[in-house]
């Protein structure tokens, strides 16, 4: 198998951050057992291979998948609306290197979704985001894949990862490692949840979403100006929160 790089720093903690569950309105819909945005996106992009559709992008010999993570989410994003988006690995490593200062040493996923919010990638901005204050709030996790696409998030690498990877077996947790990874999901379903990395698609159970995961952000792409985008979400209120805490 070939060489797969982790390359996640641990959570910072800001208190500016937001949080999803405050702006979560009455009108939200409790989300559905199951949940897949690639089906959408296989349909609507005719490419029904995660290989081709979310590729390595330099996350086998760079600690890069805070951005190869973030270009997978511009290529759901944009898959769901019938856009074809794939950035390419010069674009996903040159962006890491510029973040990095150019040595191989990681980075923070806040640093990410705070370069992305001011500055274009891929053709897009993002308009903002918000943390999952409670990883183990399933609810609101589905709620975040459901409306908005898929989560960008960071875990705990548990013993067992890479090789499990490779072999096509689902998540568990275990043993932790002295690593982080960055990753994008996109689906879930009673038993599991369905991310996104080195490549291809990969399954964790909801006991390794709960002792490995580490942080969880909503990402809000331009689309989410639209009323009917994500009804039951207060976006408008995020906004002007948004603007509060970036003074």
Request: hydrophobic share 35%.
């Amino acid at each position: 198998m070939r060489k797969l790089m982790f390359g996640k720093k641990s959570p910072r903690l800001d208190y500016r951050t937001l949080m999803f569950t405050n702006y979560l309105t009455p009108e939200i819909a409790p989300p559905p057992p199951a949940f897949d945005n690639l089906i959408t996106v296989y349909n609507k992009t005719k490419i029904s291979d995660p290989t081709k559709l979310y590729p390595m992008l330099g996350n086998d010999r760079l600690g890069d998948c805070t951005i190869a993570g973030m270009a997978h989410a511009r290529t759901v994003y944009a898959g769901l609306i019938g856009q074809k988006s794939i950035p390419t690995e010069c674009t996903v490593t040159k962006l890491y290197k510029k973040l990095t200062g150019g040595p191989d040493t990681g980075l923070v996923e806040l640093d990410v979704l705070n370069y992305w919010r001011q500055n274009s990638f891929s053709g897009e901005k993002i308009l903002a985001y918000a943390k999952i204050s409670d990883i183990t709030n399933h609810v609101h996790v589905k709620q975040a894949i459901q409306l908005f696409g898929g989560l960008y998030l960071g875990f705990n690498v548990q013993e067992n990862c890479l090789s499990d990877f490779g072999n096509h077996i689902p998540w568990t947790p275990g043993k932790l490692l002295n690593e982080g990874h960055a990753i994008f999901a996109t689906s879930y379903d009673p038993d599991f949840i369905t991310v996104l990395t080195w490549g291809n698609t990969q399954k964790g159970d909801w006991k390794w979403w709960d002792e490995c995961v580490d942080e969880a952000y909503v990402i809000l792409p331009m689309e989410a100006k639209n009323p009917s985008f994500c009804p039951g979400f207060d976006f408008q209120q995020l906004e002007e929160d948004l603007t509060i805490v970036s003074k």
